[in-house]
């Protein structure tokens, strides 16, 4: 792609990201809320422009995550390097990093993206040859999917990341042995077998007082089996519109508890009973109980029906959701295997092509991603966080984690990424993903047949992304 072309489909908003793309830590606003810390993002939108031009061993990282405020302490308490950390919106972050390095500013010198936005920032070359400090040494000792995401389209690498971000259900224990008997995780993955099951097992659920899920987009992470965009051409291929309709038989079905993602009563759900809202509400056509106040919206709700939900669907971070949420229901949680190999977001790492401090720049991505010693303090400081060092894996593989009652989730989380095809991952997904969604809702609504939102999906695929080919 032609850096002209590309500038056009960065400005579009085409990477915009998902605010929750990693978990935070202890000390730091966690990223697990789709926020960022206030002070330090309005630090980034006054200072971004022009960071500190000094010369020296000082090292500048701008950042999506929180996570690396910490990993930047730890770092300059180690080697003496000053470190300056900002951390920038998501929605800000891509044209901000293009700002700066199309100008020549030398700083920052650590630049960072999530998947659906690297491919972009590779062939911009925004991310400097990594190879070139020995990277390929440690090819080895990253779980492979990593390492593939950190490569261009010529195999360079060009960034590498400290986690791996494969998906699960996280389900209630104590429901499932209620309702079907047992509580292993092999067999409760068999009741999220394919989309077909999963519809049978929320019915099940609805049958004994329960719900499925606080949302019907928890199967979102799962949904992309197959890439958007195959040599050129736009792929809907069955598992899109068997996963388009699960969403939709959940939604009128009333299956779920009619909480949005990331909302105040989808939280809420991780700790017990919860309202059953309603469809009104879930769209937003009734907004009398979306505020983000517990008090307000206890209030708001009072009287209506109330329910138990039994899972979310979540990449390895949600482990540092549901931790900072559970509550009471601490120790009544497991994750099971979802219905597809998915993964979802991770910080990925790397060296401003413009940096004139390189090889500080090349310590700090050695130390936060192939330094076990570090490995072992982000397992524990960050209270679950799952690395994407094997040999770390390897070493913490017998952890039990308390709050999923014992579960050695390192162990699960490795299984998972083995089977991660990195060949799905297009720079289309977020664009495409999101026009897919606004077909579903439509849908699910009555706003507009099954039929004609397909084809306004297509209208919108064809007008914004012209250079893909759309067979309808």
């Not at 056009?8 to 697990?32: D, I, K, P, Q, R």
């Not at 329910?307 to 497991?334: C, I, M, Q």
Request: overall charge negative.
């Amino acid at each position: 792609m032609k850096r002209k072309k590309l500038l056009t489909v960065l400005l579009a908003g085409a990477l915009t990201l998902s605010c929750m793309a990693c978990g935070g830590s202890e000390g730091t606003t966690s990223n697990t809320d789709g926020a960022t810390d206030g002070t330090a993002t309005e630090a980034a939108d006054d200072t971004a422009a022009d960071s500190t031009s000094e010369t020296g061993d000082k090292l500048v990282i701008w950042t999506l995550s929180n996570d690396l405020i910490d990993f930047g302490k730890r770092f300059e308490e180690q080697t003496g390097t000053p470190v300056e950390t900002i951390v920038i919106e998501p929605a800000n972050y891509p044209t901000k990093v293009q700002t700066a390095l199309l100008a020549g500013e030398k700083e920052p010198d650590i630049i960072v993206g999530e998947p659906k936005m690297l491919e972009d920032f590779y062939d911009a070359g925004f991310f400097a040859d990594l190879n070139e400090f020995g990277a390929q040494d440690y090819a080895d000792q990253i779980v492979d999917y990593v390492w593939e995401v950190g490569q261009d389209a010529d195999g360079i690498q060009r960034a590498i990341s400290y986690q791996i971000t494969p998906a699960g259900i996280y389900y209630r224990r104590d429901i499932a042995k209620e309702v079907f008997g047992t509580d292993d995780p092999e067999e409760i993955g068999k009741l999220f077998a394919d989309y077909p099951t999963i519809l049978n097992t929320a019915q099940e659920l609805k049958a004994a007082g329960y719900r499925i899920f606080s949302s019907d987009a928890e199967m979102n992470v799962f949904s992309g089996d197959s890439a958007w965009v195959v040599d050129g051409v736009l792929n809907v291929d069955q598992s899109r519109i068997d996963y388009m309709d699960l969403c939709v038989q959940l939604y009128q079905g009333d299956l779920t508890a009619y909480a949005n993602q990331w909302s105040t009563p989808w939280y809420q759900a991780m700790a017990g009973e919860v309202p059953i809202l309603t469809a009104d509400i879930q769209n937003y056509a009734d907004d009398s109980v979306n505020v983000w106040d517990a008090e307000q919206f206890a209030e708001a709700t009072q009287g209506m029906d109330t329910t138990e939900v039994f899972a979310f669907g979540l990449p390895s971070w949600g482990v540092l959701t549901l931790r900072d949420n559970v509550k009471d229901t601490s120790g009544l949680w497991g994750v099971c295997a979802g219905p597809a190999y998915g993964f979802d977001g991770g910080t990925y790492i790397g060296i401003s092509s413009n940096s004139e401090r390189k090889d500080t720049a090349w310590e700090f991505v050695k130390f936060c991603t192939l330094n076990e010693e570090t490995a072992d303090w982000w397992i524990e400081y960050s209270q679950g966080d799952s690395v994407s060092l094997k040999s770390a894996l390897e070493k913490h593989k017998d952890d039990a984690n308390e709050v999923y009652g014992g579960q050695k989730l390192y162990e699960f989380w490795l299984g998972q990424a083995e089977g991660i095809d990195t060949s799905k991952v297009t720079r289309y997904d977020q664009a495409i993903g999101d026009a897919w969604g606004n077909a579903i809702s439509a849908i699910k609504t009555g706003e507009k047949t099954k039929d004609d939102a397909i084809a306004e999906f297509y209208d919108v695929i064809e007008s914004t992304y012209p250079d893909i080919t759309v067979n309808r």
